[in-house]
C-alpha cells in the first residue's frame, strides 16, 4: 500500500512559478511509474509529467519547457517545479504512483489546487 501526499499548492500570478511536491509512506519501487496529473473544472484528468523507473520523462505538451519532473527515491518523493505559470494551468495537481509488478496498483494522492490569476 502506498499514501501520497502533494503539498506546495497555492494561488500564482502569470508569469510566477510553483513547486508541487508529493511524499510517499510506503516503498516506491523502480518498476513503477511515477507522474503528475491535473485537473481543471468540466475537464478530464490530463498527463502533466511521468517517468517509467529511470527512464526519459514524459512531458504533457501543453507544460513542455516550463515544468520539470523530478523524483528523489532516496525520501520517496516526487515533485514538480512550475514556471512561466499561464491562467491556463489552473486546476488540482495530483501524484501517482502506478504499479504492474507484483501486481497492479494505481495510487493517488489527494490533490492540491493550484490558482494562476491573470
Known amino acids: 500500500q502506498v499514501q501520497l501526499v502533494e503539498s506546495g499548492g497555492g494561488l500564482v500570478e502569470a508569469g510566477g512559478s510553483l513547486t508541487l511536491s508529493c511524499v510517499a509512506s510506503?516503498?516506491?519501487?523502480?518498476?513503477?511509474?511515477l507522474g503528475w496529473y491535473r485537473q481543471a473544472p468540466g475537464k478530464p484528468r490530463e498527463l502533466v509529467a511521468s517517468v517509467l523507473g529511470g527512464g526519459a520523462i514524459n512531458y504533457g505538451d501543453s507544460v513542455k519547457g516550463r515544468f520539470t519532473f523530478s523524483r528523489d527515491n532516496a525520501k520517496n518523493s516526487m515533485s514538480l517545479q512550475m514556471n512561466s505559470l499561464k491562467a491556463d494551468d489552473t486546476a488540482v495537481y495530483y501524484c501517482?504512483?502506478?504499479?504492474?509488478?507484483?501486481?497492479?496498483?494505481?495510487?493517488w494522492g489527494q490533490g492540491t489546487q493550484v490558482t494562476v490569476s491573470s
Open positions: 510506503g516503498s516506491i519501487h523502480t518498476a513503477d511509474t
Open positions: 501517482n504512483v502506478r504499479r504492474t509488478w507484483p501486481f497492479s496498483a494505481d495510487y
